[in-house]
């Protein structure tokens, strides 16, 4: 799984965009599931192709991607990113990387906790949109704008550093300033808003962008003007319709003379309903496909597969039993 998006390619690193491109498209129409259908690992290659592409085919991700590599192999493993530093300095690395090693929309190269978790419904999460979420988050102070109050004047004890020494030599200690909380500043008259704690907690109303095709549980990240915070996506289960990866599944009941002579039904899709002809013949269990009626991912449609199920009637009137006598007597 963990392969270099370069070696997925087939190009060096110091290949340029027009040959990644020109590498990319030779590999993508080969194992484009149209070009292979039912080859599952065709469609495992067209997506890990997607995903190569998707990193090193973008000049700035490509330069964070090779950047991230240089700094060494601790952002290949299982638990991601060492430390706060590097998610601070390169920014949406973690989605990346994760995006390629594994970790779908996150979850994996995460370390912190998602804080909130948000509520997608069906469609949306199939086919991508939008949604707005409540999220609770402690953001400056609007009062006092984060300071913690007025009349702000630099620490007499620490001299501005907030940090002071104490002891001689080897002996020396460092340890923040107790005057100013190692803040380096003084404020005389605290906010009363937020009793000088700089921070408030608010009720934030964002609307969130859903990628088409995300997975329920899989963790987004949302910036927002409180900062931000590690989102995971419930997706709302569906009555009739279930998903697996970027095909929609459902059922549909059907009679048995119905599985003998053929008919014609409803099927409830992403798409509204559409009329779904069942042939004469079809047997329990049978799966029909409806083409690209399924759930977007990595650019590429699924199908909506519907499974049939074939009734077996029980308490027969009078009148029904004859009639299943006069079957049973042909024999089939
Ligand atoms: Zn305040
Ligand atoms: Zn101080």
């Known amino acids: 799984m963990n392969r270099d998006p370069y070696s997925i390619l087939g190009v060096s690193e110091g290949a340029g965009q027009d040959e990644i491109k020109k590498a990319y498209r030779k590999l993508a129409k080969k194992n484009h599931p149209d070009a292979n259908p ?7 290659r067209f997506k890990e192709i997607q995903e190569a592409y998707d990193i090193v085919g973008d000049p700035g991700k490509r330069a964070k991607f090779d950047a991230a590599k240089k700094g060494g192999g601790a952002y ?37 906790q998602p804080s909130v978790n948000i509520s997608v419904p069906f469609a949306t999460a199939a086919r991508g949109g939008s949604v707005e979420a409540e ?9 006092c704008g984060g300071i913690g109050g007025t009349g702000r004047e630099t620490c007499a004890s620490c001299g501005g550093s907030g940090r002071v020494t104490s002891g001689h030599g080897l002996f020396s200690t460092t340890h923040p300033c107790q005057g100013c909380g190692g803040r380096g500043f003084t404020l005389s008259k605290r906010c009363a808003s937020c009793g000088g704690s700089g921070r408030a907690g608010t009720h934030d109303r964002v609307a969130v962008s859903v990628p088409a095709g995300v997975e329920d549980g899989s963790v987004l990240r949302i910036s927002t003007t409180g900062g931000t915070v590690q989102a995971m996506i419930r997706v709302v289960p569906d009555r009739f319709l279930r998903r697996e990866g970027r095909d929609i599944h459902c059922d549909v009941r059907i009679t048995a003379a119905q599985a003998a002579l053929g008919t014609r039904v409803m ?14 013949g079809t047997q329990p269990g049978t799966v029909i496909r409806i083409r690209g009626r399924g759930a977007v991912q990595r650019g590429v449609q699924g199908d909506q597969l519907v499974h049939v199920i074939v009734g077996i009637p029980t308490g027969l009137s009078p009148e029904e039993k004859a009639l299943w006598e006069q079957l049973k007597s042909t024999g089939r």
Request: aromatic letters at 8%.
């Open 38 to 44: 039912g080859d599952r690992s065709a469609e495992e």
């Open 76 to 112: 290949f493993g299982e638990e991601g990113m060492p430390g706060g530093d590097f998610e601070g300095g390169f920014g949406g690395l973690g989605d990346i990387l994760s995006g390629i090693f594994g970790g779908g929309f996150g979850g994996r190269a995460r370390q912190t």
């Open 135 to 143: 999220l609770d988050l402690p953001v400056d102070c609007p009062v």
């Open 267 to 280: 099927i409830r899709t992403l798409d509204g309903k559409v009329r779904l002809k069942v042939p004469e």
